[in-house]
T-cell receptor, first 113, second 114 residues
């Protein structure tokens, strides 16, 4: 199964840009990289997804280098409400050829006033 | 509308009880999932239904029994659970199960086994 590696935790002050990098050395050729945000006691919320180069939406940007072995989630000007766990996911195929997404350990982002 | 609705939000059950968790989506998605999440841990995949057929069972004990009555509904039947089964149970759905499909999660059902 594909595996992702992220920092366990990060601290940032309000108003700063935060970059969280995820390593996924064994990503499959046709797979995408997806990031989720999770607040305590809530379900994960989709943030952004990309295949290569750069993707931007209203809340974040995702940078993916040409070799696709890593990706960086960029959160502009974070606020206290961005304190959460951020998960980077890539898919994998089981022995039976079944595609699934598996969560890694995630990065706990703490935004400091 | 990207909403997955789970009921109940909280459930307390004894080890001899039989209860069910319910999940509903009206996005026309044909893949539905159950995940289990313990405190301070990432979600772990339990079951996947694709076109109302069970396609993944991640070696989950038989005291958890999934059911997909139709393409919009997903149930998780619980029987003879143990205290260590207390966790947040997350339902999710996606258009289908190919790379690039976004998975949408519900808010979860908190289960406490006493």
């Amino acid at each position: 199964l594909a595996k992702t590696t992220q920092p366990i935790s990060m601290d940032s002050y309000e108003g700063q840009e935060v970059n969280i990098t995820c390593s996924h050395n064994n990503i499959a050729t046709n797979d995408y990289i997806t990031w989720y945000q999770q607040f305590p006691s809530q379900g994960p919320r989709f943030i952004i997804q990309g295949y290569k180069t750069k993707v931007t939406n209203e809340v974040a940007s995702l940078f993916i280098p040409a070799d696709r072995k890593s990706s960086t989630l960029s959160l502009p000007r974070v606020s206290l409400s961005d304190t959460a766990v951020y998960y980077c996911l890539v898919g994998s195929y089981s022995g039976a050829g079944s595609y699934q997404l598996t969560f890694g350990k995630g990065t706990k982002l703490s935004v400091i006033p | 509308d990207t909403e997955v609705t789970q009921t109940p939000k909280h459930l307390v059950m004894g080890m001899t009880n039989k209860k069910s968790l319910k999940c509903e989506q009206h996005m026309g998605h044909r893949a539905m999932y159950w995940y289990k999440q313990k405190a301070k841990k990432p979600p772990e995949l339990m079951f996947v239904y694709s076109y109302e057929k069970l396609s993944i069972n991640e070696s989950v004990p038989s005291r958890f029994s999934p059911e997909c009555p139709n393409s919009s509904l997903l149930n998780l039947h619980l029987h003879a659970l143990q205290p260590e089964d207390s966790a947040l149970y997350l339902c999710a759905s996606s258009q289908n199960r190919v790379p690039g499909n976004t998975i949408y999660f519900g808010e979860g059902s908190w289960l406490t086994v006493v």
